[in-house]
């Protein structure tokens, strides 16, 4: 269900962009279809902002139910004319995209103390300037024509990078697993870092246990705008709606702390969050600036103490996570099918395309999960013409430069 067309833009109030997506009036409230695994891989593959909005277009909306849609859909025209109460869409800001399109959860931990990460997959300049060249809303001409069978829906491009970046961390371990390595040390192999929080509980809140923790996303509390109020008016229903879908909040009244956990009973292990101090506005710009560069992400943290348990077998950890996140994307509903000898069926109705893309990564057989053995990427590979070890062409032949002997 792809779209028909897309733009980009900056939402001035939220301070982040979105994606503006013009979808066909019957297409909007209907169900799902089955997802295509090279339209899939092509949002895996995306490592610049250009092709990620490009893999958004092919692979259709993010959301689709008239709940998740209210307050989102608009007339192509009135939104172009700036008619729509509370919508502020101004002209796409290059840096600000390209420190919202964060690429990298696999890269190298770098070796410091703390959380930081050498960045691999920096989004290309190149590519960012070319999506806003050709896909900025304030460049689509007179959209008028499309109000009476078409509809503009407004979606944070934050929930498409969580998205990417959710998939990716998480199938990267099977496809590692498939290939041989060493289940003691996977979620290290899979480019977690492991943290003993003695010196950082303060900051990340974290905990008395060992951790594992791979940057997912871009932290919006950097995102532009006024600091405090960016700080004060945090509302991950407006900014991540996708996001804010999938997680609970734990209050704190002894920190101003981000401690976010995965949605579900016994998921406190599965936390997302990012440090105190990127959480506290000090109201000076400079100040921030200074802050360490790994307080400008926004971490998945996976806890080795399950359900009261310190757990040291990475595999054992890294199977709980899967469960976890498969509990909360994966919710099946008995239904009558009227199918002879299976009138008793699960009725699978993706609420989002994340949950449809998951549907896919459940049941794929004639695919598996290949994590290629140069760039870390994780996509669904066919199983004809034998095992792959490599995502592309491209990363085939650097990888024989890079290893000549072998």
Same mark, same amino acid.
């Given at each position: #269900?792809?779209? +028909? +067309?897309?733009?980009?833009a900056k939402d001035k109030k939220l301070g982040m962009h979105v994606l503006i997506r013009i979808q066909a009036v019957d297409e909007l409230g209907s169900a @799902? &279809?089955?997802?295509? &695994?090279? %339209?899939?891989? !092509?949002?895996? #593959?995306?490592?610049?902002?250009?092709?990620?909005?490009?893999?958004a277009r092919n692979l259709g909306p993010m959301y689709i139910s008239e709940d998740d849609l209210a307050n989102r859909t608009y007339l192509p025209s009135r939104l172009q004319q700036g008619i729509e109460r509370g919508i502020d869409l101004v002209p796409s800001n290059l840096d600000? /995209?390209?420190?919202e399109c964060f690429f990298d959860p696999y890269a190298n931990p770098a070796e410091v103390d703390g959380m930081g990460y050498k960045e691999v997959?920096? %989004?290309?300049?190149?590519?960012?300037?070319e999506l806003i060249d050709e896909f900025d809303f304030v460049n689509a001409g007179n959209l008028s024509y499309l109000d009476s069978q078409f509809r503009a829906v407004i979606e944070p491009l934050h929930d498409w990078i969580f998205a990417r970046n959710l998939l990716s961390i998480v199938l990267r371990i099977g496809g590692l @697993? *498939? %290939?041989g390595a060493d289940p003691k040390t996977i979620l290290e192999t899979a480019r977690f870092r492991k943290v003993e929080p003695a010196s950082l509980k303060e900051r990340f809140n974290m905990g008395s246990a060992t951790c594992y923790a791979i940057p997912i996303a871009f932290n919006p509390f950097y995102r532009t705008g006024n600091l405090l109020v960016n700080d004060v008016t945090f509302d991950a229903q407006k900014i991540w709606p996708l996001y804010n879908s999938l997680t609970d909040i734990k209050k704190s009244f002894t920190q101003a702390v981000i401690d976010h956990h995965l949605k579900g009973d016994g998921n406190e292990f599965v936390k997302f969050l990012t440090s105190v101090e990127a959480a506290q506005a000090d109201g000076r710009f400079d100040n921030r600036k200074n802050h360490p560069e790994e307080n400008k992400w926004w971490y998945l943290v996976v806890s080795s103490n399950i359900d009261g348990k310190s757990i040291d077998d990475q595999m054992q950890i890294a199977n709980r996570m899967l469960q976890a996140v498969d509990g909360r994307l994966f919710q099946p509903r008995i239904a009558y099918s009227g199918v002879k000898m299976a009138e008793i069926a699960p009725e699978q109705k &993706?609420?989002? #395309?994340? !949950?449809? #893309?998951? /549907?896919?990564? *459940?049941? +794929? &057989?004639? +695919?598996y999960l290949l994590t290629c053995k140069r760039c870390m990427r994780t996509v669904l590979s066919g199983t004809q013409g034998g095992e792959r070890s490599f995502c592309s062409n491209s990363c085939r032949a650097t990888w024989s430069k890079e290893h000549p002997s072998r």
């Amino acid at each position: #269900m792809g779209s +028909h +067309h897309i733009f980009i833009a900056k939402d001035k109030k939220l301070g982040m962009h979105v994606l503006i997506r013009i979808q066909a009036v019957d297409e909007l409230g209907s169900a @799902y &279809p089955p997802i295509n &695994p090279d %339209t899939f891989n !092509e949002l895996l #593959m995306a490592r610049d902002a250009k092709s990620l909005v490009l893999a958004a277009r092919n692979l259709g909306p993010m959301y689709i139910s008239e709940d998740d849609l209210a307050n989102r859909t608009y007339l192509p025209s009135r939104l172009q004319q700036g008619i729509e109460r509370g919508i502020d869409l101004v002209p796409s800001n290059l840096d600000g /995209l390209l420190s919202e399109c964060f690429f990298d959860p696999y890269a190298n931990p770098a070796e410091v103390d703390g959380m930081g990460y050498k960045e691999v997959g920096r %989004t290309a300049k190149k590519a960012a300037r070319e999506l806003i060249d050709e896909f900025d809303f304030v460049n689509a001409g007179n959209l008028s024509y499309l109000d009476s069978q078409f509809r503009a829906v407004i979606e944070p491009l934050h929930d498409w990078i969580f998205a990417r970046n959710l998939l990716s961390i998480v199938l990267r371990i099977g496809g590692l @697993y *498939r %290939t041989g390595a060493d289940p003691k040390t996977i979620l290290e192999t899979a480019r977690f870092r492991k943290v003993e929080p003695a010196s950082l509980k303060e900051r990340f809140n974290m905990g008395s246990a060992t951790c594992y923790a791979i940057p997912i996303a871009f932290n919006p509390f950097y995102r532009t705008g006024n600091l405090l109020v960016n700080d004060v008016t945090f509302d991950a229903q407006k900014i991540w709606p996708l996001y804010n879908s999938l997680t609970d909040i734990k209050k704190s009244f002894t920190q101003a702390v981000i401690d976010h956990h995965l949605k579900g009973d016994g998921n406190e292990f599965v936390k997302f969050l990012t440090s105190v101090e990127a959480a506290q506005a000090d109201g000076r710009f400079d100040n921030r600036k200074n802050h360490p560069e790994e307080n400008k992400w926004w971490y998945l943290v996976v806890s080795s103490n399950i359900d009261g348990k310190s757990i040291d077998d990475q595999m054992q950890i890294a199977n709980r996570m899967l469960q976890a996140v498969d509990g909360r994307l994966f919710q099946p509903r008995i239904a009558y099918s009227g199918v002879k000898m299976a009138e008793i069926a699960p009725e699978q109705k &993706p609420r989002n #395309m994340l !949950e449809a #893309m998951w /549907l896919l990564v *459940r049941n +794929h &057989p004639d +695919h598996y999960l290949l994590t290629c053995k140069r760039c870390m990427r994780t996509v669904l590979s066919g199983t004809q013409g034998g095992e792959r070890s490599f995502c592309s062409n491209s990363c085939r032949a650097t990888w024989s430069k890079e290893h000549p002997s072998r």
